[in-house]
């Protein structure tokens, strides 16, 4: 079945760039199907979607983020991954991969806490 | 951006009692695109109703949902002591796509 993990650093300072991947196994991230999407979840709040990628590269942001997200796909490793620049202590949340089909997220990964400190 | 309002924050029933967890949009959600996700401490979150209405692979049919427009409902028929855990609504018709601020099911 379909599983998909983060992987990445756990801290990152301030004003620094987070960067993180998903990798996708039992399944080709290269399906015409689907997108895949990055989502976020800070500590005891709720979610908010970061932004998806196609394999071919299209990718859409949530616009409260866009200027700071880069999302890229590597297809040959099945994997896609996230960069969020400028970094500060709001950003800190765990941040999720999921499959991002027809607008729903199913499945996701685990999640990773990132934390922004000095 | 469309806001969405789940209601109650927090939810105390009992097992085998009936659950209904609303979820309000401030827009009109188009073509009912609306799911329902269970997040238990600790995990990630889990797909359960898509289409307002249509249950995810494995889901079991005590989980129902429906609704249309601005205003959605998760039901769940008689709760399991599993069923206790934060649930989250999510529309996707309108980009962004965005997450109500979650209802919490406790146990009485």
């Known amino acids: 079945q379909l599983q998909l993990q983060e992987s990445g650093p756990g801290l990152v300072k301030p004003s620094e760039t987070l960067s993180l991947t998903c990798t996708v196994s039992?399944?080709?991230?290269?399906?015409?199907?689907?997108?895949w999407g990055w989502i976020r979840q800070p500590p005891g709040k709720g979610l908010e979607w970061i932004g998806s990628?196609?394999?071919?590269?299209?990718?859409y942001y949530n616009p409260s983020l866009k200027s700071r997200v880069t999302i890229s796909v590597d297809t040959s490793k099945n994997q896609f991954s996230l960069k969020l620049s400028s970094v500060t202590a709001a950003d800190t949340a765990v941040y999720y991969c999921?499959?991002?089909?027809?607008?729903?997220?199913?499945?996701w990964g685990q999640g990773t806490l990132v934390t922004v400190s000095s | 951006e469309i806001v969405l309002t789940q209601s109650p924050g927090t939810l105390s029933l009992s097992p085998g009692e009936r659950a209904t967890l609303s979820c309000r949009a401030s827009?009109?959600?188009?073509?009912?695109?609306l799911a329902w996700y269970q997040q238990k401490p600790g995990q990630a979150p889990r797909l359960l109703i898509y289409?307002?209405?249509s249950r995810a692979t494995g889901i079991p049919d005590r989980f129902s949902g429906s609704g249309s427009g601005t205003d959605f409902t998760l039901t769940i028929s008689r709760l399991e002591p599993e069923d206790f855990a934060v649930y989250y609504c999510?529309?996707?018709?309108?980009?962004?796509?965005?997450f109500g601020q979650g209802t919490k099911l406790e146990i009485k």
């Open positions: 999921a499959r991002h089909f027809k607008g729903w997220f199913d499945p």
């Open positions: 039992g399944g080709s991230i290269s399906s015409s199907s689907y997108y």
């Open positions: 990628i196609y394999y071919s590269g299209s990718t």
């Open positions: 827009q009109s959600v188009s073509s009912s695109y």
């Open positions: 289409g307002a209405s």
């Open positions: 999510q529309q996707y018709g309108s980009s962004p796509n965005s």
